[in-house]
């Protein structure tokens, strides 16, 4: 996927990373209108959806959705996103997420969008970000429709 800002910016990406709780899912369970966007962008992107996997459901919940399940230790969770990121390209990759432990990829990622929804979101995740977003849907729907990042990223 490529991203044209102007006035002489492009992002090139392959590789689109997703936190799961709090940004795909609340209280384990995948949100509404999520799945039929990400089957969507992976026509495009190489999906990824990294977790700790808390409520014990991210396998259920996506299964048959065209994305790469990366269960990931509890502790460190920052550092371990960040590495996973990292091991992909993390110059070449938009990454999304709301939490604190999701600050490290966001700041590092091609592209950072946090999104506050009904878990909210740390401050940390929003500074780190380049876009906030209001929901996950407005943030997938940023990838699907790029124009609309450079109306939101243009100098």
Do not use: W
Request: negative net charge.
């Amino acid at each position: 996927m490529r991203i044209e800002i102007p006035p002489d910016i492009v992002i090139e990406v392959e590789h689109l990373v997703l936190d799961y709780n709090g940004t795909l899912a609340r209280d384990g369970v995948l949100l509404p209108g999520v799945a039929p966007r990400i089957a969507d962008l992976a026509g495009s992107l190489r999906i990824h959806v990294v977790t700790a996997d808390t409520f014990g459901t991210v396998t259920r919940e996506l299964q048959g959705l065209p994305c790469e399940i990366v269960t990931l230790p509890a502790q460190h969770q920052g550092q371990a996103k960040l590495d996973y990121a990292r091991q992909l390209g993390i110059e070449r990759s938009v990454c999304i997420g709301n939490g604190h432990n999701d600050r490290l990829m966001l700041a590092d990622a091609a592209l950072g969008i946090a999104v506050a929804q009904a878990e909210g979101a740390a401050a940390s995740a929003l500074a780190a970000a380049r876009i906030h977003c209001p929901s996950i849907l407005d943030a997938l729907d940023l990838l699907r429709h790029p124009k609309r990042l450079t109306a939101t990223l243009r100098d």
